[in-house]
């Protein structure tokens, strides 16, 4: 891997067809190609990506469905980062149906607070979707 890390931070679910998180899991796994260290963070609304097969249905114009990228990025060894209060206490509760709470987190999926966020923006570069 080359010496930089990049964290990209995805904080939209369902509420605008995808198209923000589609953006931060092509730009993962482009930079994954490109042979740099990247997790991903999903935090607020994004936490509904954290569960198997929730990009199924997500189709971009001109992308790949939301769930070949991540499908991807995780395959490939991509470190999917789950904001812990916000799966737990409501930010995830509105999108996910009981289908998908119950497929589980995709793998490499990790809850994490805040210092660990911080902690690996202080390491490398950071985007925001």
Not at 43 to 66: I, M, Q
Request: hydrophobic share 45%; aromatic share 8%.
């Amino acid at each position: 891997m080359k010496s930089s890390s990049y964290l990209i931070v995805i904080t939209r679910g369902r509420e605008d067809g995808g198209h923000a998180a589609t953006l931060g899991a092509e730009l993962a796994v482009t930079l994954q190609a490109m042979d740099y260290s990247v997790a991903v963070f999903l935090t607020l609304a994004g936490t509904h990506w954290a569960y198997r097969e929730t990009g199924n249905d997500v189709r971009v114009p001109g992308h790949l469905c939301l769930e070949e990228y991540f499908a991807s990025f995780v395959a490939a060894g991509g470190e999917l980062l789950v904001c812990s209060p916000c799966i737990a206490a409501y930010c995830h509760l509105p999108a996910v149906g009981e289908a998908d709470l119950r497929r589980g987190l995709r793998e490499n999926a990790t809850y994490v607070g805040l210092a660990t966020v911080a902690e690996r923006m202080m390491r490398g570069n950071a985007t925001v979707f």
